[in-house]
Nanobody
Framework: QVQLVESGGGLVQPGGSLRLSCAAS????????MDWYRQAPGKQRDFVAT???????SYADSVKGRFAISRDNAKNTMYLQMNSLKPEDTAVYYC????????????WGQGTQVTVSS
């Protein structure tokens, strides 16, 4: 059974930093890609960042240069380092993963709240 568990959210002032973690219950080698998404109140869930099993990364324009995605296969954990946080970054952040072909099953975590406010 694949489970993804996020942690690290909280309340931070504008300009501050947070690091989110996504712990997988299985070996990270099972995942072709792992992503972070976020959903603000009353809005759709939006893509934030992705990392492939080869380590390639991509970011939404709104977070480029401020956020960094990484994965530690030995710890079965993915991270999102968030710097220079803005109030508009306030959202529930979700971990998302897709397994290797041919199955390509997808899984979501339960989310972790990030609030940026003074």
């Amino acid at each position: 059974q694949v489970q993804l568990v996020e942690s690290g959210g909280g309340l931070v002032q504008p300009g501050g930093s947070l690091r989110l973690s996504c712990a997988a219950s299985v070996s990270m080698s099972r995942f072709q890609t792992m992503d972070w998404y976020r959903q603000a109140p009353g809005k759709q869930r939006d893509f934030v960042a992705t990392i492939t099993d080869g380590g390639s990364t991509s970011y939404a324009d709104s977070v480029k240069g401020r956020f960094a995605i990484s994965r530690d296969n030995a710890k079965n954990t993915m991270y999102l380092q968030m710097n220079s946080l803005k109030p508009e970054d306030t959202a529930v952040y979700y971990c998302y993963a897709i397994t290797q072909p041919p199955a390509m099953a997808d899984y979501w975590g339960q989310g972790t709240q990030v609030t940026v406010s003074s």
